[in-house]
């Protein structure tokens, strides 16, 4: 069976909310930033506060406006708050993807294989809109810290829905980004079953994963160096 070609992925880190770690995101080799606009996650940020940070950012760091079931107005304020990318969980209208002039990243939320085998045909049947620039999978609660069951993928069923996934992907020119759990220890083994083209962490380079207390900087950089060390 073919197997899917290795590459070097960007980084993505979410859930910035403080001063300290966008200096952090500046020391790293980082490509994104994810702020997320979630009024019930620990890691939400008001619009308003994110403009302070984005002062401080790198230019050379794309800023993603995280949101769940986002409406016009909302998005209105994020490209006028100056986000670079919108990534969408849950509900994705076409009044929203109407108005929306940055590029999308449509989040899916994995449960099981299944779910996955839905996604592969869904996007293998319909067209997909132009706006949609990556496709990021997710595990059934972003920012959980848990994976969405990567066993599965590593079994000849699993690779087979993996590998025609990626050809849908490829062919319509968009990135595929790997979240959903990853930590400094284990994404060396996700780069290895699903090759990303970005890595996506969160919970997993915070002082205590899941609490709201914030990003740790040795972990950041743990995460960078071993991602770099197996590629």
Not at 114 to 127: C, G, P, T
Not at 177 to 184: D, E, H, I, K, S
Not at 208 to 230: A, L
């Amino acid at each position: 069976m073919e197997s899917i070609k290795q590459k070097v992925p960007q980084i993505k880190i979410c859930g910035i909310t403080q001063d300290e770690e966008i200096q952090w995101l500046n020391e790293a080799d980082v490509s994104y930033a994810g702020f997320v606009l979630y009024e019930k996650s620990c890691r939400y940020i008001p619009i308003s506060k994110t403009q302070e940070l984005f002062e401080k950012l790198n230019d050379n760091i794309k800023k993603v406006a995280v949101a769940v079931n986002p409406d016009v107005t909302m998005v209105k304020q994020v490209m006028d708050a100056g986000f670079d990318i919108l990534q969408v969980h849950g509900n994705l209208t076409e009044e929203v993807l109407a108005v929306t002039e940055i590029p999308v990243w449509r989040a899916v939320n994995l449960t099981d294989a299944n779910i996955f085998e839905e996604l592969v045909r869904e996007y293998r049947d319909l067209s997909i809109d132009e706006k949609i620039t990556a496709l990021l999978m997710d595990a059934k609660e972003f920012g959980s810290g848990k994976t969405f069951g990567w066993d599965a993928y590593e079994r000849d069923e699993g690779k087979e829905m993996l590998r025609q996934l990626r050809q849908i992907l490829e062919k319509e020119q968009i990135q595929f980004v790997l979240a959903g759990g990853l930590t400094p220890d284990n994404v060396s083994r996700g780069i290895d079953i699903f090759s990303p083209d970005i890595v996506d962490v969160s919970s997993g380079v915070e002082k205590e994963p899941g609490q709201g207390t914030g990003k740790d900087r040795e972990k950041i950089q743990k995460f960078v160096r071993n991602m770099h060390s197996i590629v």
